[in-house]
């Protein structure tokens, strides 16, 4: 049963890695075909637009709004129908009407809505191979990928009516992003380097008229669509709402007395959520198929069907099928379970842990449970911070023989038979074969449950005191705990045995659950030791984030991240190993071939299997998603990746449910 899944598993991934080393029709001619010669003439690549003959048809719903004379005939919210946005649907073309029901944790669970409803610049393609225009209609690209001129949907409106034009990019980058108001630094996208001396340069970015702008790099840049497809996906933001609260356009006392009328202590806080988490506002215009229509820390959450939305299906029906969408707030996680099998949730996500229970009940539940295979690392692991604040822990988390005693103290056949069903394979955290950077053996690595080398290392180390509880002590005589920080308690069985193999060596161990929002708050002020997040990354030149220290994200590099994203001024500066991964990201960034991208991330890899930052105690398992049968359009030959923006690379807006 394992080995047919993994290579179902290995088929899909080749054919994505494969795909990505070679020419594409959705990718800039310079970044798909860097391996050939770069003497070629500028590429212009359009996006699916209209054909400008079918007539395009509205939801009921809207169609009466129209009626009623409260909201403009389609023609005119549509774009020019040149260049409306055509979306091919999986099965059939749906029907109007219905709403999708899932399961959140309020608004600090933002991407649960925010991944299926987001519409970016650029997105990439079904295979992964490569991006192709969204909210872009086209692009082109010069012969050596320093120039890019981006051309938008000419007619295209925010969701209240008002025109989306390259003005709303402009203000995005001018008043924003550069000025890094929502609190991320300029992305990683927007930099080229130089391949001789390794400097760094900021592109520019132009307005050439109201449809179009250009993006210029001073040194090639042959991933920027597909950085910017990752980094960047809004490469925009409504100008006419954000005019209207950006203490640098009307002042701080003003921008602080609007904060407070929204409920915020700061302006900073403020300007981080309607600037980058704004989809859960419904003050905030929107490109989405599904807008925000209420207060998100309610009972329930609703989106609804945005009229102004600029896609149809192949029939010239306007997207979305679905009038809303209604998150229900849950308190415990076996509600999204029960919730499923009684129908009160028709589209939901789970883990292999609910496998068998899903299983069971899809007859009498009415549900279909489809399986997206994962690029991951692991299923079940640990992270340990490398910079964490307390000095006995980090020189501890930092002794790879600590490493290595957690990982071969812990029995992972005990953990794949309960935590995953049984469907995961007991192995080491590693890149699956087929991925750029497998390693032979590396799956085995330290695999073997040997409680009794585990233990040896740990006194090697001189971990040799014990408390009067039998716990160890750090070599100065205090008290030697790790605390492992989960956000929700979805995976309480995997960490409670954690916790019982880990103490079983003597590692007094503490369980954490905080909500996602105070987690990432707690990454950014050090505080998370340690945390059981996985790894899973297609490419590592598509997405370096959880592997490279490039801002505050993943557990295992901690505040070298902070180093990196503050330019130095803050965090911890990166040094051995973790410099010379900081080094080959450079690299890349510079390299003028795909092969030579390649051959860097591989290096990087090669790193992290010498030093085992992330232990894994379980290998990939599927992502299942349990939908109702009464749900159209659900793809099923799928990869999950946070790349391509996990279940939003399904289209949803073509979802349907059959009345």
Not at 606 to 614: R, V
Request: charged share 25%.
């Amino acid at each position: 049963m394992k080995q047919r899944k993994a290579l179902a598993v290995l088929f899909v991934i080749i054919s994505i890695i494969a795909a990505g080393c070679t020419n594409n029709n959705n990718s800039p001619e310079p970044s798909s075909a860097a391996g050939e010669s770069n003497n070629k003439p500028a590429v212009k690549e359009e996006g699916p637009v209209g054909n400008g003959t079918i007539p395009a048809k509205e939801a009921p719903m809207l169609a009466g709004l129209v009626s009623a004379g409260s909201l403009p005939p389609l023609a005119e919210r549509l774009p020019a129908q040149e260049d409306v946005m055509v979306e091919p649907v999986v099965d059939e073309i749906g029907q109007y009407g219905g709403e999708w029901t899932m399961a959140w944790t309020g608004p600090g669970d933002k991407w649960s809505v925010g991944q299926p409803t987001e519409e970016a610049l650029f997105r990439f393609n079904k295979d992964g191979s490569g991006v192709e225009p969204n909210v872009a209609k086209s692009y082109e690209v010069n012969e050596n990928a320093t120039e890019f001129i981006i051309h938008l949907r000419e007619g295209m409106k925010w969701s209240d009516g008002v025109p989306f034009t390259a003005d709303d990019v402009m203000f995005y980058w001018e008043h924003m992003l550069t000025k890094e108001t929502f609190g991320k630094a300029i992305y990683d996208a927007y930099y080229s380097v130089d391949p001789a001396t390794g400097d760094k340069a900021l592109a520019t970015v132009t307005k050439v008229d109201d449809y179009s702008f250009k993006v210029v790099h001073k040194y090639p840049s042959v991933q920027f669509l597909e950085r910017v497809a990752i980094d960047n996906k809004w490469f925009f933001a409504p100008a006419h709402f954000h005019k209207t609260i950006l203490p640098e356009l009307v002042g701080e006392a003003k921008a602080l007395a609007i904060a407070k009328e929204w409920g915020f202590e700061d302006t900073t806080a403020f300007l981080k959520e309607t600037g980058y988490y704004y989809w859960i506002y419904p003050q905030i215009p929107t490109l989405r198929a599904w807008v925000a229509k209420n207060d998100p820390n309610g009972d329930q959450f609703i989106m609804e069907r945005n009229p102004y939305y600029w896609k149809t299906d192949p029939d010239g029906n306007q997207l979305p099928y679905m009038d809303r969408i209604v998150a229900t707030k849950i308190q415990d996680p076996s509600q999204r379970v029960l919730g499923t099998l009684a129908g009160d949730f028709n589209l939901s996500t789970f883990g292999a842990q609910d496998f068998t229970v899903l299983k069971e009940n899809e007859k009498k539940g009415d549900f279909r449970v489809i399986p997206w295979q994962q690029p991951a690392w692991s299923t079940l692991g640990i992270q340990l911070n490398q910079t964490v604040d307390d000095p006995n822990l980090r020189k501890l988390f930092q002794d790879i023989r600590f490493r290595e005693a957690l990982s071969l103290g812990v029995n992972r056949g005990e953990i794949t038979e309960i935590a995953t069903n049984g469907i995961a394979d007991p192995i080491q955290a590693s890149v699956p074969e087929g991925l750029i950077g497998y390693q032979e053996g590396w799956a085995d690595q330290w695999a073997a449950f040997d409680p009794d080398r585990a233990n040896a290392l740990l006194d090697e180390i001189g971990l040799t005191k014990r408390d009067k509880n039998n716990f160890r002590l750090f070599p100065d005589g205090s008290d030697l705990s790790i605390t492992i920080m989960d956000s929700s308690e979805d995976s309480a069985n995997y960490t409670e045995l954690l916790k019982k193999y880990y103490e079983d060596m003597g590692i007094k161990t503490n369980l954490k659950i905080v909500d996602q929002a105070t987690l990432q708050e707690l990454k950014y002020s050090n505080q998370v030791p340690a945390s059981i997040e996985n790894i899973s990354v297609v490419n590592v030149s598509f997405r370096p984030d959880t592997l490279v220290p490039l801002r505050v994200l993943t557990p295992w590099y901690g505040q070298y991240g902070l180093y990196v994203s503050s330019g130095g001024k803050e965090g911890v500066k990166p040094e051995g190993d973790v410099a010379k991964i900081l080094e080959y990201w450079d690299q890349i960034k510079a390299a003028g071939t795909a092969e030579e991208i390649n051959r860097l991330s591989s290096e990087i890899v090669k790193i992290h299997m010498k030093n085992q930052w992330i232990i894994g105690y379980a290998g990939p398992t599927p992502t299942l998603i349990a939908a109702s049968n009464k749900m159209g359009n659900i793809p099923e030959d799928m990869i999950w990746a946070d790349e391509f923006r996990s279940l939003g690379a399904a289209h949803p807006a073509q979802f349907y449910l059959k009345q």
